[in-house]
């Protein structure tokens, strides 16, 4: 059972550019949830979506950020006309269940993150 | 704002001696969860530890949490070169959202 995929594992983009980072989660994992970690830094909440549903983007930037996760594919985060404060590791994670209270034990993985950075 | 806030910033230990490092956090949790970061790597999940637990072993790892400070500490005992990495405590309160510290660099002396 393969782990949380993402690619690409490296990025660089000029400034204005789009980047697009892909994940697939988990076998059998309908939540996915995208962090973004800056340089030296913690991981930061930005979205969290079930199959063709965001339901929560609190933590992502208003402008030039999106993310979506269709019924096939892998969840998508895109950022346009990127700027160089977007140079970061973006880490998808997903969880066969919600994750909250209730959820027991470590039922959040991790991908290996894609390190985006814009010159 | 971060929930979880680690301490200290940097370790550096010889190998086979212990590592400790805390974690504050602000608000009420469900549980909490240490993870390791390999330089470039993704997050390994270590230990999870509940609101109403006090401490919890896994290996040569030990993590008390106290919800009356609001604190947490590991403890990586016998320390190897492979131990150096990033180590981040993550909070769980009543959503789903993980709030993570800045981290523990350890860096341990072959």
């Known amino acids: 059972n393969a782990g949380v995929m993402q690619n690409p594992r490296h990025l660089v983009r000029r400034r204005g550019q789009e980047a697009r980072l892909r994940c697939s989660p988990m076998?059998?994992?309908?939540?996915v949830y995208w962090y973004r970690q800056l340089p030296e830094e913690g991981l930061k909440f930005m979205v969290y979506l079930q199959k063709e549903n965001i339901i929560d983007e609190s933590g992502m930037p208003k402008e030039r950020f999106s993310a979506e996760f269709p019924k096939e594919g892998p969840s998508i985060l895109r950022i346009q006309q990127v700027v160089r404060g977007d140079s970061a590791a973006y880490f998808c994670a997903s969880s066969p269940i919600r994750q909250g209270p209730r959820a027991s034990g470590n039922t959040i993985y991790f991908g290996e993150g894609s390190w985006l950075t814009v010159v | 704002s971060q929930q979880g806030e680690e301490d200290p910033q940097a370790l550096s230990i010889q190998e086979g001696e212990n590592a400790t490092m805390n974690c504050s956090y602000k608000t009420s949790i469900n549980n909490l969860q240490w993870y390791r970061q390999n330089s470039g790597r993704g997050l390994v999940h270590l230990i999870l530890i509940r609101s109403n637990e006090r401490e919890k072993h896994s290996g040569r790892l030990r993590v008390t949490l106290d919800t009356s400070k609001k604190s947490s500490s590991l403890l990586i005992t016998a320390s190897r070169a492979a131990d150096t990495a990033s180590y981040f405590c993550?909070?769980?309160?009543?959503?789903?959202?993980?709030?993570f510290g800045a981290g523990t660099t350890v860096t341990v002396r072959a």
């Open positions: 993550a909070t769980v309160s009543n959503d789903y959202k993980l709030s």
């Open positions: 076998k059998g994992h309908s939540h």
